[in-house]
């Protein structure tokens, strides 16, 4: 079975420093990759996806991420952060080959941005 | 436009009673899926559906768990004989559809149902 794993569960920085989250999955074939984001008290939401094409994709809010399909990887990035980036942060993975609604996430990354 | 909405939003129960959790997606949304989220994990697939049949339920951890969508609109997650292991927050998201030509569709989460089993 797929999995997906989130190196850090737990991740501080200052405001204006840059943020990497890695995410790599277990699965070979064809995936589509995705990281949300939980804001505190507010719902997960798209962060960005890849299906395909370009392997630095971005988001919103200044977020990219890319995809490194030799490392089963797709890690987030943002090269200065906010107060405002103090989420949790999940990435997701879905095979195309499997059953077609059946997302496996990761464990997320609690990310605490200090001002 | 209205979001997914769920109800309640906080549900506490004792051991062996019934639960049921509703969900209502976006309008016009086909796919709806189930995730159960414990402290400190990701969302944990548990069932979609794609209009009213119930696609893929393989992630129910047991036959204490069901869900239904009749109408393919709403739909209930019900849990039988609550356990205290079943506390967890509920999530459930809709999409559009399954996929585009590109890929699969953004999935849009609801708020989630936090329940304590007591």
């Known amino acids: 079975a797929q999995s997906v794993s989130q190196h850090n569960h737990h991740v501080i920085l200052s405001e204006a420093a840059s943020l990497e989250l890695g995410c790599n999955y277990s699965?070979?074939?064809?995936?589509?990759l995705f990281w949300y984001v939980q804001y505190p008290g507010q719902h997960l939401q798209l962060l960005l996806k890849?299906?395909?094409?370009?392997?630095l994709v971005k988001g919103i809010k200044g977020f990219e991420a890319e995809f490194i399909k030799s490392k089963f990887s797709f890690n987030l990035r943002k090269p200065s952060v906010q107060w405002s980036d103090t989420a949790e942060y999940f990435c997701?993975?879905?095979?195309?080959?499997?059953?077609?609604?059946?997302?496996?996430f990761g464990a997320g990354t609690q990310v605490v941005v200090t001002p | 436009g209205a979001g997914v909405s769920q109800s309640p939003r906080y549900k506490v129960t004792k051991r062996g009673q019934d639960v049921a959790l509703r969900c209502d997606p976006i309008?016009?949304?086909?796919?709806l899926y189930w995730y159960r989220q414990a402290l400190g994990q990701g969302p944990e697939f548990l069932t979609y559906?794609?209009?009213?049949?119930?696609?893929?339920k393989s992630g129910l951890p047991n036959d204490r768990f069901s869900a239904e969508r009749p109408e393919g609109s709403i739909s209930t997650l019900t849990i039988q004989r609550t356990e205290q292991r079943d506390s967890a927050m509920y999530r459930c998201?809709?999409?559009?559809?399954?996929?585009?030509?590109?890929?699969?569709?953004?999935?849009?989460f609801g708020p989630g149902t936090r329940l304590t089993v007591t």
């Open positions: 309008s016009g949304h086909v796919s």
């Open positions: 997701a993975v879905i095979a195309l080959t499997d059953s077609w609604g059946k997302f496996q």
């Open positions: 699965y070979g074939g064809t995936v589509n």
């Open positions: 559906f794609n209009y009213e049949a119930q696609q893929d």
């Open positions: 998201a809709s999409s559009l559809s399954l996929s585009s030509r590109e890929g699969r569709y953004e999935q849009y």
């Open positions: 890849y299906f395909s094409g370009d392997p």
